[in-house]
């Protein structure tokens, strides 16, 4: 088989999705394959490439993933078998920026349903710790060394959602960079004193969907953004909340986190 072809777990990789996909797409008829003697598929990369392009850039969420998530968070498991599960992922993706892609949108769907009535907030709360503590664990697992860059991260001001600064964890250690985490209620002050004090190259601000007080949001990254910029470091306003379009890079995925972090190791 030619090297211009690639496996179905190769294509899943590129497109950011689980096998099952893949094998929906194909036998739809959106992703041609051929098939090997012993009948599996192979995909030709440009084919997988155009295919990624033309939806955008991102193949979206897979369904299949996403409900066998929530349906192992919705159990009465514990950390090791979340964490085990988290690795399985990152097997299967190939980075742990493709495993956040998967697990934020894991978490938005969790969201959804609760919003539905589909499950109460007890059921939402305890399916994110179960996530939170197999972070954990990964995190424990992916040690920075000293002299590397860092990267403080916080919530918006009045926003308790911390599991987005997890999956940015990750993909922080993964680069190599070290996190200094702020998490919920970081007084702006506090901030300010450690960008003044040139102690961090980047930072990242994240807001849920529930974050939709746009000038609140405003008044908290704008004094944050001119310090930046005073003192060469980057800012990040991350996640669906209505952060300012002009102060700093607005960041929505995981994919262009990635993207930034690359950028910033040239």
Not at 53 to 58: F, K, L, P, V, Y
Not at 88 to 117: D, F, I, K, N
Not at 238 to 248: F, I, N, Q, S, V
Request: charged share 25%.
């Amino acid at each position: 088989m030619s090297q211009d072809f690639v496996t179905s777990a190769e294509a899943a990789r590129m497109l950011g999705v689980g096998p099952t996909s893949i094998k929906r797409w194909s036998d739809s008829g959106l992703l041609p394959c051929v098939r090997t003697p012993g009948k599996h598929r192979r995909f030709l990369r440009q084919e997988v490439e155009s295919f990624l392009i033309e939806r955008g850039g991102s193949s979206g969420p897979d369904p299949d993933q996403v409900n066998a998530w929530i349906g192992l968070l919705g159990t009465n498991t514990g950390s090791y078998e979340v964490h085990s599960a988290l690795l399985r992922e990152r097997s299967r993706q190939g980075s742990w920026w493709q495993t956040a892609q998967v697990l934020a949108s894991v978490l938005a769907e969790l969201g959804r349903r609760w919003q539905a009535g589909e499950i109460s907030v007890l059921q939402e709360h305890a399916a994110s710790e179960h996530l939170a503590r197999g972070l954990a664990r990964v995190c424990e697992s992916l040690p920075t060394e000293n002299g590397a860059d860092r990267c403080l991260l916080a919530t918006a001001v009045g926003d308790e959602h911390t599991l987005p600064l997890s999956l940015c964890e990750i993909c922080l250690r993964e680069a190599g960079w070290t996190p200094v985490w702020a998490g919920r209620g970081a007084p702006s002050s506090e901030i300010l004193a450690l960008i003044a004090r040139r102690e961090l190259r980047m930072v990242a601000l994240s807001a849920s969907i529930a974050a939709s007080d746009a000038a609140r949001l405003r008044a908290q990254a704008e004094p944050i953004a001119r310090a930046c910029q005073a003192n060469g470091v980057t800012l990040v306003l991350g996640g669906e909340g209505a952060w300012p379009e002009d102060l700093g890079l607005r960041q929505r995925d995981f994919r262009e986190f990635h993207a930034s972090l690359t950028e910033l190791a040239r």
